[in-house]
């Protein structure tokens, strides 16, 4: 059985000081929940801080974003080397905000995926359509895009290291989170993609991860959607309260079928 995935989040958000009062409460909050992996993403600033509090717990790391290159002339930017010496896990690559507000193409994700691969961290690769896409019946053909250019140097056996979350840009901090429907015509559809590109036994170990306006009230319906694996959560994942009980949601789910 795939372990449900939930990760926060915490975008642009969080001094040092304000990251480690949240990591901990998290952390204090979710001992004893061991069948779910809970996984936060703090500013890269922070993550040394948050790295010593969850050393020793279940929680993992990730990076929100990483460059291509181990080293170099690339100011501003952090190695995927790097972000695995802070202690991560996990990197997110592709955010539609990171599409959207700094251009970050299908192929610089592409080469983000195959350089995080390489250094161990495992991918959490976004992909998810426009409201003007949605609109115009594309959302089908976008996914497909950016999955095929973002699994382009991802071989087979890399591929059960992958998670991919669906993220509706129009459903990211507006409070509107795609309906269940929705929600589980993506998922059937990024997991048959995956099963065409690098096979179905290969495909069925990576989790399929929504994320998208992800709150307390609306968790226990996400986790009886079909092919929904795990959560990425942004705003609710600020509260230690509200991410935790996205995060219990799950671990309910996971032990009610096992
Ligand atoms: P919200 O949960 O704030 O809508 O953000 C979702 C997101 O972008 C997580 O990566």
Known sequence: MKLPLVVA????????????TLA???LNGGRGIRDVEVVLAPPFTALSTVSAITIDSAIQLAAQNVHWETEGAFTGEISPKMARELGCQYVIIGHSERRRLF????????QKMV?????DLRPI???GETL????????NAVIARQLRAALKGVGKSAIEKVAVAYEPVWAIGTGRNATPEQIAAAHRWVRDLLQR???KKEAERCRILYGGSVRPDNAAELVKVPEVNGALVGGASLKAEAFLSIVRAFHSES???S
């Open 255 to 257: 032990v009610a079928e």
């Open 103 to 110: 251009q970050e193409s299908d192929q610089a994700v592409a």
């Open 115 to 119: 350089a995080a691969l390489r250094s």
């Open 9 to 20: 989040n915490w975008k642009m958000h969080g001094t040092q000081a304000e990251a480690a």
């Open 125 to 127: 690769v976004c992909v």
């Open 132 to 139: 003007r896409e949605r609109k115009r019946g594309k959302t």
């Open 197 to 199: 590109l690098r096979g």
């Open 24 to 26: 901990r409460q998290v």
